[in-house]
């Protein structure tokens, strides 16, 4: 059954896509700036696309720049394993990305904010800005980077047959090209890669739920997955579910879940750069379009990782595609999946799933040269350079961040964490620290910058304090209050996601603290320009977050 070839019809089917994206993308590229030299040397435009996107390109490039390899085979072997809960990590998004549009990006667009360093030299100093760059930098291609390259190489290679370090090349090339064109290529050729994806991922988990109902419709295969798996239709854990660990309970809707979302969502360049360069209508619009694409994401990424495990149940698919016991794959869910589809649409999934990781690629990229060339190049090497000399240094950090991508990432052991997995670590043991410091930097006047150093440092020291503090210490007395469970070694430890709630508050208290021992010895904080006027919204944007509101407790109620 598994076919690690495409044949000659989905390879045209592929090659129509790629001729699509790069056709449109040269045409943005030359219509869009006008090709004349003016705009194309423009640091702003080139990075920000300022004034350009419209609201759909906006939403479409949110998605585009989030979906990747890690969602569809990640978290697609994250459904194979634990289920629909951890399609929480999509539907928590959409209520975020809400909070995100109504009180974050109002304040970064009052105060012209271009990247997160520059709010940081804002609000706080220059050196809470370099370091946070400096480490924004490092996370982004180390991390990033890397885990979208691998594990986009890894299903490709699986489902074409092609040597892997071969697809890793083509991939990052291919990124390259989008990129170099800046912001508005990107945002523009990613309404197409949404469309692929969304089009090439629903015929693929349509074909996934028919071939459980042994071809009597998706419906019916749902309905079957859910009687012959109702353990994989759980969303919320109870603690002596074995992943439990990974999903803590109610911390999914009360806890650690939301420092995880609003970080990402609202305090990343790699996300908030879709929207910095438009008006607040524009921005607020394009992501309440990107919170409703994030409803629909687990039907993309989720429902073919459960169908994967109930036909793997019912000897449809063998140990030679998933392997047994201690070598069983959870990722091969969905690499397995597109090796079952017929001629064509084989090519489309293919194209989907390529979609996926190369607009993940490109506004990654282009973060990472966004930042380096205004936060580092330009505020320590060439202070006095030319906005030509600005592009052209972003060009040239966007090609030498994916070749050390292409270099590091088979040496990181990626495959053997599991992707999802991968990245939700390493970003977490950052991130209270950097949520705790913008949060409070937005909306209380009186945090200092010595209170943001240890939001930094303190907060990753916590991060890794938590990490290895059952490794000393027994913590079985926090099992009666639901902060500890049994591992599978045997030894008590702490939630991924309450870990980085306890970080968080400690970070908050101690902030506040530090804060106000400044004030007192005459510590005047630097301050932003926020009024609540602007927190409020246009009343579609109200009605569109309502529907969102109603969606998303429904879902929660059936699922439970």
Not at 60 to 76: C, P, R, W, Y
Not at 153 to 160: D, E, G, R
Not at 267 to 279: E, F, K, P, S, V
Request: charged fraction near 10%.
């Amino acid at each position: 059954m598994n076919q690690h070839t495409l044949s000659t019809i989905d390879y045209i089917v592929f090659f129509v896509y790629f001729i699509i994206v790069s056709g449109y993308g040269i045409w943005v590229y030359r219509r869009k700036t006008g090709h004349d030299g003016t705009l194309e040397g423009n640091s702003k435009d080139y990075f920000l696309a300022e004034g350009s996107l419209t609201w759909w390109a906006i939403g479409s490039s949110l998605i585009a720049s989030n979906i990747s390899a890690e969602q569809f085979v990640g978290m697609s072997g994250s459904g194979f394993s634990m289920g629909l809960a951890i399609a929480t990590y999509e539907w928590m998004a959409a209520i975020t990305l809400v909070i995100v549009a109504v009180f974050f990006i109002p304040v970064y667009l009052k105060n012209n904010i271009a990247t997160m360093p520059q709010f940081l030299s804002q609000r706080y100093n220059s050196t809470v800005a370099m370091i946070m760059a400096l480490f924004w930098l490092a996370l982004y291609v180390v991390v990033n980077l890397t885990s979208i390259l691998y594990l986009g190489a890894i299903a490709i290679s699986s489902i074409a047959g092609l040597n892997l370090t071969f697809c890793m090349y083509m991939l990052a090339a291919f990124a390259v090209v989008i990129t170099l064109g800046g912001m508005k290529v990107i945002g523009f050729t990613d309404v197409i890669q949404v469309f692929f994806l969304i089009l090439g991922g629903l015929a693929t988990t349509y074909l996934a739920l028919d071939l459980v109902s042994d071809h009597q419709g998706a419906i019916k295969g749902f309905n079957l997955m859910a009687e012959k798996a109702p353990e994989h239709f759980q969303m919320i854990f109870k603690r002596d579910n074995e992943h439990f660990l990974d999903l803590p309970g109610l911390t999914v809707l009360l806890g650690g879940m939301w420092i995880v979302n609003l970080n990402y969502w609202g305090c990343n360049q790699y996300i908030t750069q879709r929207a910095l360069g438009a008006d607040l209508p524009t921005a607020r619009s394009g992501i309440l379009f990107a919170a409703f694409l994030k409803l629909l994401m687990p039907v993309i990424v989720v429902l073919p990782g459960i169908a994967a495990f109930v036909l793997y149940k019912s000897n449809v698919f063998g140990a030679a595609e998933f392997g047994s016991g201690a070598d069983l794959n959870p990722d091969r869910a969905y690499p397995v999946l597109l090796n079952i589809l017929p001629v064509g649409l084989k090519g489309l999934s293919f194209a989907a799933l390529t979609a996926a990781v190369v607009a993940s690629l490109a506004g990654k990229a282009n973060s990472i040269a966004t930042i380096f060339t205004l936060d580092v190049y330009h505020k320590v090497f060439k202070t006095d350079a030319t906005e030509k000399q600005l592009v052209a240094t972003g060009k040239i950090a966007v090609v030498v961040a994916m070749i050390l991508g292409v270099l590091i990432a088979p040496h990181l052991g990626i495959d053997k964490k599991g992707g999802f997995q991968y990245i939700q670590e390493y970003t977490g043991f950052v991130s209270p620290g950097i949520f705790a410091m913008f949060i409070l930097g937005f909306f209380w006047k009186k945090t200092t910058s010595t209170a943001a150093l240890f939001a930094t440092i303190g907060g990753f020291l916590l991060s890794v304090m938590f990490k290895f503090l059952p490794t000393y210490m027994d913590l079985s007395f926090l099992a009666p209050f639901g902060f500890a469970v049994k591992g599978s070694s045997g030894v008590y430890e702490i939630p991924f996601l309450d870990r980085m709630g306890f970080v968080f508050v400690i970070c908050i208290i101690m902030m506040i603290i530090i804060s106000l021992i400044d004030n007192a010895r005459g510590v005047k904080p630097k301050g932003l320009e926020v009024d609540s006027s602007m927190f409020k919204p246009q009343p579609s944007f109200v009605i569109g977050t309502a529907a969102i509101v109603v969606i998303l407790t429904t879902l929660y109620t059936i699922y439970w």
